[in-house]
C-alpha cells in the first residue's frame, strides 16, 4: 500500500507566531520528533525548505505524516514541556540521554547527634545536603573517608535510639559512640563543623581548627586527646591527596561538560566540582546524536540533564549553548543566578582538559567493547542463519524450593544489554491445582505464565519484536515457549540453552524446535555471546527472588503471632529497625513498643524463641 505524500502547506499557513511545542509523526502515528519554538510558524516552515541539506532531516521530514502542536505562554514554558515530552515519548530523531531518576547525596540529619548517611530521592528540609555525587562509589567513600576523620554515626535512629552498649564501629574507631553518652553533644557537635567544613571544600578552615584544639588538649595536658587531633589532622592531609584534585582560586561549584564525537558515537563526560574539589565524573552516550553538530548534543544533554534537578552555579561546556533561556529557566530553578560559559581559560581549562581526556578514554572503551561484541553478534547470526538478528531475550525462572517465584526478561539490543528494558515477573504460586495458582517449584507453569505476559502485549500492538527468544533451560521449557507461540499466533525465533551434563561453563547446550541439540566450543564468541546474556538474566531473576524471599520472610514471622497484626507489626520493626532487631529484644524492650502489653511481649518473644 503506497503512502501519501504529506502535503505542509495548509498546516504551515495556519500556525501562529506564538512560542510553542510542535510534534511530527509518521503514518504509524509514532512521533518522530519534539521540538520547541519562539515562533512555531517561522520554526517549523524552516524544516520545509529547499535549502535544507542535512541527510538527517531530510530523511525525517519524508516520513512525517502529521504535525501537532501545542502553544505556550513564553519561551520558557515551551521549553520544560519540550523537554518532558522528549523524556515520556522518547522521539526517534531526538537526542536522547539515559534519564538518571538522582544522584547521590551525603547527608547529615537534623538530630540531636546529626547521622552521616548516603541518600537519593527528594530533599527534606531538617537535614544537611552535600552533593551532588557523579556514582555511589564516590559518595560512599566520602563517608567512609569522613568516618575515618570524626567518627560521626552512621546507624538507623531505630539502632541508635536502643543502643546499650557500643558497636563494632565504635571498637575500630568509626564511631565516637554517642548512642551510649561516650562522646558529650558539644564536642560531638564540633565534629560535625568540622565536618560540614571539609564538605563545603574549607579544608584550611578545618585545619586551623583542629590545630587549635589540639594545641588547646596539650597545653591542658590532656595529651590522649591531644594525639587523637594529630592524628585528625594527618587523615585530613591523606584526604586532600588522595580523594580530590584541588583548585587554588578558592571555593568553586560548577559542573564540566566535555564532548567527543567518533566514529557514529558520542560520548558526553561530565565532571563535577563542588567547593573547589574535583569529586569524580560521569560519561553518558547518547541516543539518535549521529551527524549531529557538538552544540546541539551539548544543549539536549543540558536541557535533559538538568531541568527539575539540582544545578550548580557554573557550566563549563566544550561546545556552545548560546539559548539565553536556558540560562534564565535553570536560574529560576535554581534561586540561584546559572552562568553557561564555553569561552574558558586558566584552571576552569584544565578541568575541561581533563573531562574531555575522560570522555575519549569512554569512547575508546565503548569502541573496543563493540567491536568484541560485533564479532560475537556476527558469529551468532552465521550460525543461526539469521543476517538481520539485532534485538535477543532471555528468560529465566528462580526460586528456593518453590517460594518466592521469580521470573527475569533481560534485553539486548544495539551491541549492548539493555537494563532499562529489564522485567521482572512475581508468579504467584499455591499448593493444589495450577487453575487455583501454580504449584510451587513447576517451571513449566511458570515459563508459561512469563511467555504470555511478555507477548501478548506484541498482539496488542505495544512493544518491540525480539529477533530471537533464549529460553534458560532443556526440551521441557522450551516445549512450553513453543506452545506459547503457537497460543498467541506468532512465530518467533526460540533456542533453549541448557547447562548440559556437567553443568559446567563452556557445556552448554543448544536446543532448537526440531529437537537438535548443539553444543558449540568452548572458545567460540557466538557462545561467549550467549552465555553472557543467559548469566544476566540468571542474574536478574536471582536478585529479585531473593528480595522478594526476604520481604515474606520477614512479613510471615511476625504474622503468625496471634494477637499481632499491620498496625503492631509496623510498631514494632520501626521502633527496632528491623527483624532481626525485634528478635533480639527482650520481654522488657518488646513492651516500650506502642501497643505492645506484657503479655503480648512475653507471647511475641515466645513465638521468636521457640
Avoid at 78 to 98: D, M, V
Avoid at 257 to 264: E, F, P, S, T, Y
Avoid at 376 to 397: G, K, N
Wanted: net charge positive; glycine share 6%; proline share 4%.
Amino acid at each position: 500500500m503506497n503512502r501519501v505524500k504529506f502535503d505542509p502547506k495548509p498546516i504551515l499557513a495556519s500556525l501562529p507566531l506564538l512560542p510553542g511545542v510542535y510534534r511530527y509523526y509518521d503514518n504509524l502515528d509514532t512521533v518522530l520528533y519534539v521540538g520547541k519554538a519562539k515562533q512555531l510558524k517561522k520554526r517549523v516552515s524552516s524544516y520545509f525548505q529547499k535549502t535544507m541539506v542535512s541527510p538527517r532531516i531530510r530523511l525525517m521530514i519524508s516520513h512525517i505524516a502529521r504535525i501537532e502542536i501545542t502553544v505556550t505562554r513564553t519561551e520558557a514554558e515551551a521549553l520544560l514541556l519540550e523537554n518532558n515530552l522528549i523524556k515520556s515519548l522518547k522521539p526517534r530523531y531526538n537526542i536522547l540521554f539515559r534519564d538518571d531518576k538522582s544522584y547521590p547525596y551525603i547527608v547529615l540529619t537534623g538530630n540531636k547527634y546529626p547521622r552521616l548517611t548516603y541518600f537519593r530521592g527528594g530533599a527534606n528540609r531538617q537535614h544537611q545536603y552535600f552533593g551532588p555525587y557523579p556514582n555511589s562509589y564516590a559518595a560512599r567513600e566520602t563517608i567512609q573517608l569522613l568516618q575515618k576523620l570524626f567518627r560521626l554515626r552512621t546507624c538507623e535512629d531505630s539502632v541508635f535510639n536502643n543502643r546499650t552498649r557500643p558497636c563494632l564501629l565504635h571498637q575500630i574507631n568509626r564511631c565516637t559512640a554517642p548512642c551510649v553518652d561516650l562522646i558529650t553533644e558539644i564536642n560531638y557537635q564540633a565534629d560535625i563543623r568540622c565536618a560540614v567544613l571539609l564538605l563545603q571544600g574549607k579544608h584550611k578552615e578545618v585545619e586551623s581548627t583542629l590545630r587549635l584544639a589540639m594545641e588547646q588538649e596539650a597545653q591542658a595536658q590532656r595529651y590522649e586527646q591531644a594525639a587523637v587531633l594529630r592524628d585528625q589532622m594527618r587523615a585530613l592531609h591523606t584526604v586532600q591527596q588522595k580523594q580530590f584534585v584541588e583548585s587554588t582560586g578558592g571555593a568553586t561549584d560548577a559542573d564540566v561538560v566535555a564532548l567527543v564525537m567518533q566514529q557514529n558515537l558520542v560520548c558526553v563526560n561530565l565532571a563535577m566540582i563542588r567547593g573547589g574539589r574535583h569529586l569524580g565524573d560521569k560519561s553518558f552516550f547518547p541516543e539518535h546524536a549521529e551527524g549531529l553538530q557538538a552544540e546541539d548534543v551539548v544543549y539536549a544533554f543540558i536541557t535533559q540533564h538538568y531541568l527539575n534537578k539540582s544545578v550548580p552555579p557554573l557550566l563549563l561546556l566544550a561546545a556552545g549553548c548560546t539559548d539565553d533561556t536556558l540560562s534564565a529557566v535553570l536560574s529560576e530553578q535554581a534561586g540561584h543566578p546559572v552562568r553557561l560559559i564555553s569561552a574558558i581559560t586558566g584552571e576552569r581549562r584544565q578541568w575541561l582538559e581533563m573531562a574531555q581526556r575522560n570522555a575519549e578514554l569512554a569512547l575508546g572503551q565503548r569502541l573496543l567493547q563493540q567491536g568484541g561484541q560485533q564479532l560475537r553478534l556476527d558469529r551468532l547470526r552465521h550460525l543461526l542463519d539469521l543476517p538481520l538478528l539485532q534485538r535477543v531475550e532471555c528468560f529465566d525462572i528462580s526460586h528456593t524450593m518453590g517460594e518466592a517465584t521469580v521470573a527475569s526478561c533481560v534485553v539486548y539490543d544495539n551491541l549492548a544489554m539493555r537494563p532499562a528494558q529489564y522485567r521482572r515477573y512475581n508468579i504467584a504460586t499455591r499448593s493444589g491445582i495450577v487453575d487455583a495458582g501454580i504449584i510451587p517449584g513447576d517451571d513449566y507453569a511458570a515459563m508459561r505464565v512469563v511467555l504470555t505476559r511478555r507477548y501478548h502485549k506484541l498482539q496488542t500492538g505495544e512493544g518491540v519484536r525480539p529477533d530471537l527468544v533464549l529460553i534458560d533451560g532443556g526440551l521441557g521449557q522450551l516445549h512450553v515457549a513453543m506452545q506459547v507461540m503457537q497460543e498467541l499466533c506468532m512465530d518467533l525465533t526460540l533456542i533453549g540453552v541448557a547447562k548440559g551434563v556437567e553443568r559446567k561453563a563452556g557445556m552448554e547446550q543448544l536446543i532448537f524446535p526440531d529437537g537438535t541439540v548443539r553444543q558449540l566450543p568452548a572458545d567460540e564468541p557466538a557462545l561467549h555471546f550467549i552465555q553472557q546474556i543467559r548469566d544476566e538474566a540468571h542474574r536478574f531473576a536471582i536478585t529479585g527472588h531473593r528480595a522478594r524471599r526476604s520481604k515474606a520472610r520477614t512479613a510471615s514471622s511476625l504474622e503468625e503471632i496471634s494477637g499481632v497484626g499491620e498496625k503492631r507489626r509496623r510498631n514494632l520493626l520501626m521502633h527496632f529497625g528491623g527483624l532481626r532487631e525485634v528478635m533480639a529484644a527482650s520481654v522488657e524492650q518488646l513492651c516500650q513498643v506502642e501497643g505492645i502489653s506484657l503479655s503480648l511481649a512475653r507471647l511475641i518473644y515466645q513465638q521468636l524463641h521457640p
